[in-house]
């Protein structure tokens, strides 16, 4: 079992930025897969980002690329979202998950265990 607990989202204005935190606690963290996803009002959870468990590879929905940056600390099961020149398109509940089989990072399928998600609200 994992326990996966999201921080950090909050409100921020257009242009603004926010590092979202994930603390992993349970089982192994240093050989998953770990990613985030987000979720709209009305609308289905998208792939935002995901990053391999070594954190050489990194991947990225394409409205977030050169804004949204994905990276990982395993000594602290950590990951983070650091999210620059938000817009208010981007508003949403954060998730972060995790991907044992370290495949098919853009599917939410292929994740195994979720956190409850934070809310990042980007006013215009």
């Known amino acids: 079992q994992v326990q996966l607990v999201e921080s950090g989202g909050g409100l921020v204005q257009a242009g603004g930025s926010l590092r979202l935190s994930c603390a992993a606690s349970?089982?192994?963290?240093?050989?998953?897969?770990m990613g985030w996803f987000r979720q709209a009002p009305g609308k289905e959870r998208e792939f935002v980002a995901a990053?391999?468990?070594?954190?050489?590879?990194?991947y990225y929905l394409d409205s977030v690329k050169g804004r949204f940056t994905i990276s990982r600390d395993n000594a602290k099961n950590t990951v983070f979202l650091q999210m620059n020149s938000l817009k208010p398109e981007d508003t949403a509940v954060y998730y972060c998950?995790?991907?044992?089989?370290?495949?098919?990072?853009?599917?939410?399928?292929?994740?195994?265990?979720w956190g409850q998600g934070t809310q990042v609200t980007v006013s215009s």
């Open positions: 998950a995790a991907n044992y089989a370290g495949i098919f990072y853009a599917e939410r399928y292929a994740y195994d265990y």
């Open positions: 349970g089982r192994t963290f240093s050989n998953v897969a």
């Open positions: 990053i391999s468990w070594i954190g050489g590879s990194t």
